[in-house]
């Protein structure tokens, strides 16, 4: 077996967001893998007195732990589980009905002699390599199909300048509207408080004999596919296998810094956490 992996805050004077952990149970028999990327919370008031690297450390944790040790409990039933865990951590100091409650976006796995399990919530993703060699992207798709009219203010977000007053205001504006499709019908799903959302994360089982490597990213990360177009999942596979996670999240920082106004690849942050788990099971 083979683990790695790195993690790298977009600004150094900020915490990192992310979570990103490997386990193997003492029997040396199987594992799991748990990446969460923190939601970065407005300024203003979010109800919560805890930072996101407390939420995301927290429910991380309780997700890895349960994933390892209940391995009877399916992965859905684990993040349920942390979700509860870590909501009763902080119920009687926060608000938690906030919209903008600590959340994260999760992807988790766990293989065994006889089979490798997945569960992919927003828009981390789980890249699958088969051992014909072919690389199959678990993606949950949900926030790349928010509605026209929203899609429409987004786009007019990233045509106005940085730092100017007319993009902060149509920031603003966008924001508002995607706060309302969160854990909403029609919208998208986080872990946030509510364990009911694991029902609603995009899962599937796959033969352990067909798997050849699991390589699991931050949207920090994965933009070295999707935002900068620098090669194909299967590229970025090869690249975490042949010379570690650190060097996609250093090709993802060398993209950054020769666009570092987001004007040739638009993107909401010009420079992100990122997070890369590579297992070979």
């Not at 699958?128 to 009219?149: C, F, N, Q, W």
């Not at 300048?161 to 309302?180: C, I, L, Q």
């Not at 004007?263 to 590579?278: C, E, H, N, Q, S």
Request: charged letters at 20%.
């Amino acid at each position: 077996m083979h683990l790695a992996l790195a993690t790298e805050p977009g600004d150094p004077q900020h915490p990192n967001e992310d979570y990103a952990s490997v386990a193997v149970p003492a029997s040396g028999q199987g594992g799991a893998l748990v990446l969460l990327d923190g939601v970065t919370p407005p300024e203003d008031d979010h109800g919560c007195v805890h930072t996101v690297p407390w939420f995301t450390a927290r429910l991380g944790g309780a997700m890895l732990e349960l994933s390892v040790s209940h391995p009877d409990m399916t992965l859905p039933k684990a993040l349920s589980a942390a979700i509860s865990r870590t909501t009763e951590g902080h119920r009687t100091t926060c608000d938690l009905s906030h919209a903008r409650t600590p959340q994260a976006t999760v992807v988790a796995a766990r293989w065994s002699e006889h089979t490798v399990e997945h569960l992919v919530l927003s828009d981390s993703v789980l890249l699958l390599e088969r051992t014909d060699g072919s690389v199959l992207p678990v993606l949950d798709p949900r926030l790349d199909e928010l509605p026209p009219a929203v899609r429409e203010l987004r786009a007019a977000v990233r045509a106005l300048p940085r730092g100017s007053a007319e993009r902060a205001a149509a920031g603003r504006e966008y924001a508002r509207a995607v706060e309302a499709l969160r854990n909403a019908e029609g919208g998208f799903f986080t872990a946030a408080a509510d364990p009911s959302v694991a029902a609603r994360a995009v899962t599937g089982t796959t033969p352990r004999s067909a798997v050849r490597s699991l390589t699991a990213l931050s949207d920090g990360a994965s933009r070295w596919v999707e935002v900068f177009r620098e090669g194909s999942w299967a590229d970025c596979v090869a690249l975490v296998a042949g010379q570690g996670p650190q060097a996609l999240i250093d090709r993802v920082r060398a993209a950054e810094a020769a666009d570092p106004e987001g004007a040739a690849y638009p993107r909401g942050k010009a420079r992100d956490d990122a997070a890369v788990i590579f297992v070979a099971p």
